[in-house]
Structure formats: C-alpha cells, structure tokens
C-alpha cells in the first residue's frame, strides 16, 4: 500500500499503522482516537474502507477490528470513570465555580433514565461518543450492558463510514468534508448550551445575592 506517501497528518498515521499492522492497526488507530478525541474517527474509519477496497485488507477485517477497537477504548474511558467514582466527582464539583452538587444530582437522575440511550445513541455522535464512556463508568452501568450498547452502535457507525470509503475509493477524503460539518454543529451547540447554562447560572446567583 503506497497511500502513505500521498496522505499527511492524521491519516498518513493512520496508514502507517495499517501497512505495519495490518487490520489491527486500523482497531488500534479508532481504539486511540477513543482515548484521544482530537483524533478523528471520521478520517480512520473511510480510510480504512478505502484500504479495504484496494484488497490490502478483507471488508469484513476493516468493520470487525475498528468496531473491536472502539470497544476496546471505550472499555478503558469506562475503567476511568469507574475509578473516579462519584464521590470524587462530587468533590471535584465542589471546587468548580458556577457548578453545584445538585447539577450532580440533576444528571445522575437523568442518566438512570436516559443512560442506555444515551450509550447506545452517544456512540455516532462526534466528541460525545468517546466521552459518553466516563460517566457511564461513574454511574457504574453493568457491564455487560455497557458492552452491548456500545458494540453495537460502534458497529452502525464504524459500518457506515468504512462502507463510505470502500464505496468511494480514491474520494474517501470527500466523506471528512461533510463529517466535518457535522463535528462543527455539534461543538456549535455544545458552546451555546455552556454560554447559555453560564449566563442562567450567574443571573441565578445574583438573584440570590440581591434576595440576601
């Protein structure tokens, strides 16, 4: 595979890893792209796809070891929330201006109701679908579970994205283009709704000041 000589940056990594590795190391490129966000799966999982339809690895090998790897990295953000613990991510809420335990309380209520949801749906949502492993790992969601949720949402996604770039060969780089807006509407939302939980909070507080 010679790809590697005409791609840069993230995916020229990523390449690299599947000429030294093969099919695994496109699972250990979306296993790190769980533990390291910035890395875009949007970029890993239509080159591997391309790789696939070059014949350097089976179609079925690129969607089994990215899915395997996403569960892999999930599993390890799980750990990590797991060994928080609430009781330190209550403690660490404590020292956090504008945050209350009871924003604590607030989502930990929300997650028993939503939390399977939120799993299974997190995992094709960008930044969130690595993300959405810690807090499932503090609120202790059964294994077992966790693992069914995320293998198969990881599945759907990493499904359509490989399948993407098989589709589209040498133009699987077009796939990152329209990923990309997506990831940009999301972080759009995720800053209104900071701003706006920010604003409501201060005007709260000066309320409760001024009632003083």
Do not use: C, Q
Request: net charge positive.
């Amino acid at each position: 595979m010679s790809t590697s000589t005409t791609v840069d940056g993230v995916a020229g990594w990523a390449v690299s890893l599947m000429e030294t590795l093969g099919a695994p190391g496109a699972g250990l490129a979306i296993a790190l792209e769980n533990l390291f966000p910035p890395l875009p799966s949007e970029v890993i999982l239509p080159l591997a796809g391309f790789t696939a339809s070059k014949g350097d690895m089976t179609l079925f090998e690129a969607i089994f070891w990215t899915t395997l790897g996403s569960v892999v990295g999930a599993v390890a953000l799980y750990g990590v929330g797991a060994l928080l613990g609430r009781a330190r991510v209550v403690a660490i809420a404590r020292r956090l201006p504008l945050v209350d335990v009871s924003d604590i309380e607030k989502t930990e209520a929300w997650f028993a109701r939503h939390g399977r949801k939120t799993v299974f749906f997190g995992r094709m949502i960008p930044i969130f679908r690595s993300l959405i492993s810690i807090p499932a790992g503090v609120e202790r969601m059964p294994v077992p579970v966790f693992l069914a949720l995320t293998t198969l949402g990881s599945l759907i996604w990493n499904t359509v994205f490989v399948m993407a770039g098989y589709l589209l060969g040498e133009n699987w780089e077009l796939v990152e283009g329209y990923a990309g807006i997506l990831s940009k509407v999301v972080l759009g939302v995720v800053a209104l709704a900071v701003v706006a939980f920010v604003v409501l909070r201060v005007l709260r507080r000066g309320r409760h000041h001024a009632e003083r």
